[in-house]
């Protein structure tokens, strides 16, 4: 349980940092004044209750994520702070079309670097970019899936500097998650804050599933009116389980492991039924490339399913997001993404890209190491914020090994300014408090494109700290897209 | 539906039914022996028989003691038939089948599991026992009631509909078995006890009312052992239960050995003449055979529709 004394908007102090409720001291931003007015008059205790009250909420819908530790899989309470985040709809509506605008780019360029790479051939990206990533995929070459449309759902996670500049910090184009907790937590923030919804205009969230349900079957080789769907999970012991469960289950698809399908002589895709063989029409895949088809990526691999490839290949099942997709998530290649949309769309980003540094560049690469103190230094490859240097806060043991880690594969690192993030009132022991966030909204594309209204925003929940993953502590936040003029 | 939902619903409802059992025995079982007389002695371990885990037991036990029979049944992470086991598997199974189940049945079943987790000392203990167990009843009653009212009966409920009623089935034979090698004859107690201790046994399948309203004569073995094999209406007895999972089988597909095997179980139950069957020894050889049945039928049951594993 958590101790504070009380909420105090008038001394709550964002220090330099850019809030994204407070504008300055004592001075709400105006898409957030319903919020801050609301809690402003609530009694420090009345709000620790429902603070209480959601958590006890948590615990009762089963809300987890399951974490490895010592040996075990540990089923976790997933972590949420009641405060919700806030921006206003005309931001948005721009932050929108940027999402769909990169989007669109990134897959018309995984579709152009697996079959003419004109845009090698053009001389905008050099080959070796992707040719060297580990996500590119030999298997994919000469392929183009229905709708030329390789990523059909993409996690991109927005980070806002101390002048309020949004950028993209990446691209998530493998199996994104934590779209199911962004819809949990308005469920939650309803149940708790019901009052909140009557007077302010908060753009709804809950038709995520129907789209994403919309989009998969689009896919489907046998444009009918019913598609089998499937979601295909690595099991219970993956850290994103509950979400597949979720999704599944609100879209009425089957959730399957591997061992549950099967590919036929005639390259179609059945799952193992009570009442024998059913057809599959589209998978909803949430296992990496490297263990869809021990036939032909990993052999080892006892998650996949052997013969998937081959009928993907043959157009007989839909597969989101498409094998391969992966190399656009490559953090060299999202130093192009930029110059992607001029060459594709013949437009301007409407997003920035956080200035990446490429240490695979001599210039670059001699920058890094001089300033492996002011900078952050990320492989290439990971995700969830594994493997990476914080210059400002690291050990001068920790940059010498960075520096050895450069210059032994330079391919594999990038590196980038320590941004200065954005916070948001939290409540922590110590009281309310500025704590920095991010912001994964999703992407879906299929015949069209849809960008879910706001997203899940994740919060480091530890004084200072920048890491927002929840496998290390991090918390959530319920996002508002408000319509302030209405 | 998928073959490995099928499996993991079907256990659902049997570790349900398990925990649901247990507790309604430990109930039965403690009442009565607050009303023995000190000296007879009832024995403890004879529960643990029912469950069929008594080798386990006494890996772990010297002494059979309440205490220790007890916590076997109700706490103990590494007997898988205790009822924190018990929920725990259901749960997991639930976990793993929750885009199939309605919502609120999984939280109930979450609820529940972690009521267990911050509970289970008091159902060890001797003071909050009655209340415990009973808390556990009712939330499987509730949980029941969820599936029955809330999902849709189609071949996920009939497989837990068949996983229910096994189970039920297995375990009355069981009960009926271990009340018979215990009271049946020999004891020096039958004679004066020999009604409540077959009270207690009717108790344990909560069948004491509806013994009472059907059979208008007084509590005896062979009368007690007819009633819970072969009264038709009454729901927790083995005829009825073997009766409901040849109905839910007889709707699923491809249902043609398990639905033999069942058929058969339901008629050697119906035809067993318990008049005939006057020595102790005759009766446990009747139960053996039936509780054979139903193993084979849980295994053509597998063998069927459940996912073939490879073994590594």
Not at chain 1, 2 to 18: A, L, M, R, V
Not at chain 1, 181 to 200: A, C, G, I, S, W
Not at chain 1, 225 to 252: C, W
Not at chain 1, 460 to 473: D, E, F, H, P, T
């Amino acid at each position: 349980m958590k101790k504070n004394k009380s909420i105090d908007w008038k001394n709550y102090d964002p220090n330099d940092f850019f809030d994204e409720l407070i504008a300055a001291k004592g001075k709400p931003r105006p898409a957030a004044t319903a919020i801050t007015d609301y809690l402003g008059n609530l009694g420090s205790e009345e709000i620790q209750a429902r603070q209480q009250a959601a958590e006890l909420a948590i615990l009762e819908m089963g809300i987890s994520f399951t974490i490895y530790s010592e040996g075990e899989n540990i089923d976790r309470a997933w972590p949420f702070d009641i405060i919700p985040r806030v921006i206003s709809l005309r931001e948005w509506e721009t932050i929108e079309q940027g999402l769909a605008q990169r989007l669109t780019a990134l897959n018309m360029f995984i579709n152009d670097i697996y079959n003419d790479q004109n845009i090698v051939k053009d001389k905008v990206i050099p080959k070796y970019v992707f040719a060297n990533s580990k996500n590119f995929r030999e298997q994919c070459r000469g392929f183009t899936p229905p709708l030329g449309v390789w990523a059909h759902i993409c996690g991109s996670d927005l980070v806002r500097d101390k002048d309020g500049t949004v950028y993209v910090l990446e691209d998530n184009l493998r199996v994104p998650s934590g779209v199911s907790y962004m819809l949990e937590n308005r469920q939650l923030t309803k149940r708790v804050f019901p009052e909140l919804f009557d007077n302010t205009n908060i753009l709804p969230l809950d038709d995520y599933t129907n789209q994403l349900f919309d989009m998969l079957a689009s896919i489907s080789p046998r444009p009918q009116d019913h598609p089998k769907i499937a979601v295909l999970t690595p099991g219970i012991f993956n850290s994103a389980y509950f979400e597949h469960s979720f999704l599944a289950q609100r879209m009425g698809a089957e959730l399957v492991e591997g061992a549950d399908l099967v590919v036929g002589e005639d390259d179609c895709v059945y799952m193992r039924t009570v009442e024998g063989l059913e057809r599959v029409d589209v998978i909803y895949r949430r296992i990496d490339d490297d263990f869809l088809d021990p036939e032909e990526f990993r052999a080892d691999s006892t998650l996949g399913v052997p013969g998937l490839m081959r009928a993907w290949r043959n157009g007989k099942v839909g597969l989101a997001n498409a094998p391969g997709a992966g190399v656009a998530d490559d953090k060299v290649i999202y130093a192009f993404v930029p110059d992607m949309i001029r060459y594709y769309l013949d437009e301007e980003p409407i997003i920035p890209n956080v200035p990446t540094w490429m240490c695979v560049n001599k210039q670059d690469q001699e920058y890094v190491l001089e300033h492996l103190d002011e900078l952050v230094v990320k492989p290439a490859n990971e995700s969830g914020g594994y493997g990476m240097l914080v210059g400002p806060h690291s050990t001068k043991k920790q940059r010498a090994e960075f520096a050895r880690l450069i210059k032994k594969n330079p391919r594999n690192y990038i590196a980038q300014p320590t941004l200065s993030l954005s916070v948001a009132p939290t409540l922590c022991d110590e009281g309310l408090a500025p704590r920095h966030l991010d912001l994964r909204p999703f992407v879906l594309q299929g015949v069209r494109t849809y960008v879910t209204a706001g997203g899940l925003t994740r919060v480091a929940m530890r004084k200072g700290s920048l890491v927002v993953n929840s496998s290390q502590g991090g918390g959530s936040k319920d996002t508002w897209i408000v319509d302030e003029e209405n | 539906m998928l073959s490995r939902v099928a499996e993991r619903l079907y256990w659902m409802a049997r570790y349900l039914e398990r925990a649901e059992n247990n507790a309604r025995m430990i109930m039965a079982f403690n009442s009565l022996a607050l009303d023995m007389p000190r000296e007879t002695q009832l024995s403890w371990k004879g529960l643990v028989a029912v469950t069929g885990m008594g080798a386990l037991f006494d890996q772990h036990h010297q002494k059979a003691d309440e205490r220790n029979c007890v916590k076997f049944l109700v706490a103990d992470g590494y007997n898988s038939s205790s009822i924190a086991s018990c929920i725990k598997a259901a749960r997991e199974n639930v976990r793993t089948t929750r885009d199939q189940v309605p919502t609120d049945a999984w939280e109930v079943i979450n609820e529940l599991y972690r009521y267990i987790l911050e509970h289970v000392d008091q159902g060890v203990g001797k003071r909050a026992r009655y209340e415990f167990l009973n808390e556990i009843v009712g939330r499987c009653q509730m949980l029941n009631g969820l599936l029955a009212g809330c999902m849709s009966h189609d071949a996920g409920y009939d497989f837990i509909r068949v996983g229910r009623n096994l189970e039920r089935a297995d375990m009355a034979t069981r009960q009926i078995e271990v009340g018979a090698l215990q009271f049946l004859d020999g004891w020096d107690g039958t004679e004066t006890y020999g009604g409540l201790l077959w009270t207690s046994v009717l108790r344990y399948q909560s069948a004491f009312q509806m013994y009472r309203h059907n059979v208008r004569r007084k509590v005896s073995g062979p009368l007690v052992i007819r009633f819970l094999l072969q009264n038709e209406p009454f729901p927790r007895s083995v005829l009825h239960s073997l009766s409901e999972v040849a109905g839910a089988l007889g709707r699923l597909p491809r249902n043609e050995i398990p639905l033999r095997t069942a058929l058969q179980a339901v008629r050697h139950t119906r035809e067993g003449d318990v008049d005939a069957l006057i020595r102790k020894e005759d009766v446990i050889l009747f139960l053996e055979k039936l509780q054979l049945e139903i193993g084979e039928l849980h295994d053509d049951i597998a063998e069927t529709w459940f996912p073939v594993y490879e073994t590594a």
